[in-house]
């Protein structure tokens, strides 16, 4: 089986002005052939996120024709923008909204779902997606929208804020992408008003940025994000964040717009393999956006010098969103009209500087988590995840079923480059079910085609083994096809182990369940609002690589080391000198310096291809 939603790479998608008229152009057949009497151009099976989305379709219209001049469309604008106007705009308060501040304010909202009190929790987004459809329609308006709808459309755009900003509490699902975007919606609406009544509102905008989400980033790996939805980063939702910053910052010019994007790419491109794979986050794991991601990806790789067009979106959303009979649905509309305005072109090769989190070269990579365990190896087009024993996740040694890979103190790392090979030594005090401090000492060292893993650590009691990842996924042409098995060999004993029995919290590769939907099964709310990210940290057992410590090592120490990728001879050796552990392989010698590290206590590592 196949990975749902990760599908080719976003910087595959063609997006010359030439691409762009033919979405637009279809689109435009679409949208006049849907076109309702009353005026509606959304998608008849439309239920949830519906509030907006006829206005977004109006908006692309507006852009194509302003492109285009298609004498079609001027009617077909004025007609469904008079529809949202006099069927979709609310002022009644919606019965069992949580969220407001004033009752009976009178002031416009977006609904969610159109029912009265049917889904109500969602007003609050869908509003600020008919914020920005309507400032969209409000850039594309010249020689296309009549004076009168216009200044109605102003009018209904700053109630839209108001009622975001005053009537009701500020991001009240503690979504990032949301609030960024409220952001936006207000810097766009400021540049439509007369200067008196635009500065207050400029003002709001950037006041709540830096007061409500800028003040409240959460850290990761060393990176302070918006938070989504209480947690950190997720994975759909992340990109589209990045989407809302450089938007921010392209109508703003304010600089915390750019810094901040320039922070969450840099740690998007730490987190992202070079296939493009990732998982993980606090609504979703495994659902990745498409187009939604172009604009914040494309923008924010050029200002860092990275290929982060290589994430994997959803390609049935390559250019706008579906409904599953594959016809146009206004929803985010915004992000197309964005992204084909912006002419900043893909950054397609990878960054030259090295990142703490990532190991990255040729075909290889290891996505490091905050405390520099390995989140995703991968290696001959396999992803592999960190394994679980005994509640316990990562890649480490076990001794008597206890996983040591989490830090007790520094965890210091020393990068090298030398002779076509990058290295990547990570240093650990961890203290194991003995209370005994021990150092693991785990040494990373790639070709861009293989990907060598060893680990050493002061000599461990029973019978110990490295927790060497769980194979996950591999890459099956614009794919990425599920898996239980990948290219390793270890220089002592390895096996493929799966866990018995069989449930929710026992993970077998094996098995057609995706990371996701075992996270969500085991996450204490429903699908997408339960966090998978904390399901998925109840796993007990998962399919693990096992590798028995490498035979004849002297002195007090274990020392364990695996290969991923390409098959091949495989007989490292081991000794202990004065100056540290040498590990020689059929591609390097290196030579990694004690625990104690150098005069600063930082790691030492010499290499030679």
């Given amino acids: 089986m196949h990975l749902p939603h990760q599908r080719g790479p976003l910087h595959d998608l063609p ?31 439309c239920v949830d996120d519906i509030g907006d989305t006829s206005l977004g379709i ?24 008079a529809f949202h106007l006099r069927e979709r705009v609310y002022v009644d308060d919606n019965p069992g909204y949580p969220n407001l501040r004033v009752r009976n304010s009178g002031l416009p909202y977006a609904r969610y779902t159109l029912a009265a009190g049917a889904h109500p929790i969602g007003d ?12 969209n329609v409000l850039d594309l308006a010249d020689g296309l929208v009549d004076e009168d709808q216009r200044d109605e459309l102003v009018r209904v755009a700053q109630g839209y804020w108001r009622w975001l900003t005053g009537a009701t509490f500020f991001n009240p699902q503690e979504a990032g992408n949301q609030a960024i975007g409220c ?20 003002t709001r905008a950037l006041e ?10 959460v850290g990761d790996r060393g990176a302070l994000l918006p938070p989504e939805h209480g947690g950190a980063y997720d994975n759909n939702y992340g990109p589209i964040s990045l989407s809302f910053l450089a938007q921010a910052h392209r109508v703003s010019g304010e600089e915390m717009f750019a810094e901040d994007g320039d922070t969450l790419a840099r740690y998007i491109d730490a987190r992202l393999t070079n296939g493009g794979f990732d998982h993980g986050g606090p609504r979703y794991s495994e659902q990745h956006s498409a187009f939604e991601s172009v604009l914040g990806l494309r923008y924010f790789g050029a200002r860092i010098g990275s290929d982060l067009g290589r994430y994997r979106g959803d390609s049935r959303w390559a250019r706008h969103a579906v409904k599953p009979d594959g016809g146009v649905d206004g929803h ?14 893909w950054h397609r090769e990878p960054a030259a500087a090295t990142a703490r989190h990532q190991l990255r070269a040729g075909t290889v990579s290891v996505a490091f988590d905050s405390r520099m365990t390995p989140a995703v190896v991968e290696a001959g087009g396999t992803y592999y995840l960190p394994a679980a024993v005994n509640r316990q996740h990562g890649f480490g040694p076990v001794a008597d079923g206890f996983l040591l890979c989490r ?73 990425v096809r599920r898996t239980a098995e990948g290219e390793v060999v270890s220089a002592g004993e390895l096996r493929l182990t799966h866990p018995e029995p069989a449930g929710a919290d026992h993970f077998d590769a094996r098995s057609r369940t995706t990371q996701e939907l075992a996270a969500f099964a085991l996450a204490a709310d429903p699908r997408g609002y339960g966090d998978p990210d904390e399901g998925w940290r109840h796993l ?19 020392v364990f080391a695996v290969r991923y990728g390409p098959a091949g001879p495989f007989s490292p050796e081991f000794d202990v000198g004065t100056r540290g552990l040498a590990v020689r392989t059929e591609a390097f010698t290196a030579v990694i310096g004690g625990p104690a590290g150098d005069e600063r206590g930082e790691p030492t590592l010499t290499l030679r291809g």
């Fill in 15 to 45: 997006d010359t002005p030439e691409a762009y008229d033919a979405v637009l152009a279809d689109v435009t057949e679409q949208a006049l052939t849907r076109l309702t009497p009353e005026g509606s151009l959304e998608h008849p099976d």
């Fill in 407 to 479: 830090p007790m103190g520094e965890v210091r790392v020393r990068d090298v480059r030398a002779g076509g090979l990058a290295a990547k030594l990570v240093t650990k005090p961890v203290v194991g079910r003995d209370h005994v401090l021990r150092h693991v000492r785990s040494l990373y060292v790639t070709d861009g085609t293989r990907l060598w893993m060893t680990v050493a650590v002061e000599r461990l009691p029973g019978s110990p083994y490295l927790l060497a990842g769980m194979p996950y996924a591999a890459d099956d042409g614009d794919r």
């Fill in 124 to 135: 609050w987004p869908s509003t600020v997606w008919a914020l920005l459809q309507a400032v």
């Fill in 183 to 202: 952001v936006v919606g207000g810097l766009m609406l400021a540049r439509h008003l007369p200067s008196a009544e635009a500065e207050p509102v400029r």
């Fill in 58 to 81: 109006t908006s692309l219209l507006a852009l194509a024709w302003q492109r285009t001049k298609d004498p079609r469309l001027p009617e077909a604008v004025h007609r469904s923008l």
């Fill in 208 to 217: 709540l940025y830096a007061g409500k989400i800028r003040a409240h980033r």
């Fill in 540 to 558: 007990v057992a998962s399919t693990a690589l096992e590798a028995e410590p490498a035979p004849g090592v002297p002195g007090d120490l274990h």
């Fill in 332 to 345: 985010f509309a915004w992000m197309l009209v964005w992204q084909i305005q912006d002419a900043t072109p």
